[in-house]
């Protein structure tokens, strides 16, 4: 399974981007049972879990950075989970990862430990 991520780019601060985490040419079908979880990873820092969702879409969990600010999603019929980041600071300025792992029930853990899957990542920038 190949995830790719897209929307990153360079923004100013309190703007919004949003990112898009596909998994083209699933052929086991198994993207409704997949969960997913965005991660990123700053220079010189640890990557970290910024938001998850279920595989159902009902539940969803952030980081207290960015709660409030950022919105995680999906559209199984697309295949896609999204992230949508409102109200970006420059700290949040970081490689932004999507990970995948099957879970039918519940949310994942921000453990990137956990995760199989991956995206090769896309770059957030955030700067006046």
């Known amino acids: 399974l190949q995830l790719v991520e897209s929307g990153g780019g360079l923004v100013q601060p309190g703007g919004s981007l949003r990112l898009s985490c596909a998994a083209p040419g699933d052929p086991d079908d198994t993207l409704d049972w997949l969960a997913f979880c965005w991660f990123r990873q700053a220079p010189g820092k640890e990557r970290e879990g910024v938001s998850c969702?279920?595989?159902?879409?009902?539940?969803?969990n952030y980081a207290d950075s960015v709660k409030g600010r950022f919105t995680t999603s999906r559209d199984n019929a697309k295949g896609t989970a999204y992230l949508q980041m409102n109200s970006l600071k420059p700290e949040d300025t970081a490689v932004y990862y999507c990970?995948?792992?099957?879970?039918?029930?519940?949310?994942?853990?921000?453990?990137?430990?956990?995760?199989?899957?991956w995206g090769p990542g896309t770059q957030v920038t955030v700067s006046s």
């Open positions: 990970a995948a792992e099957p879970l039918r029930d519940g949310l994942p853990p921000f453990d990137y430990g956990f995760y199989d899957y």
């Open positions: 969702i279920s595989s159902s879409g009902d539940q969803t």
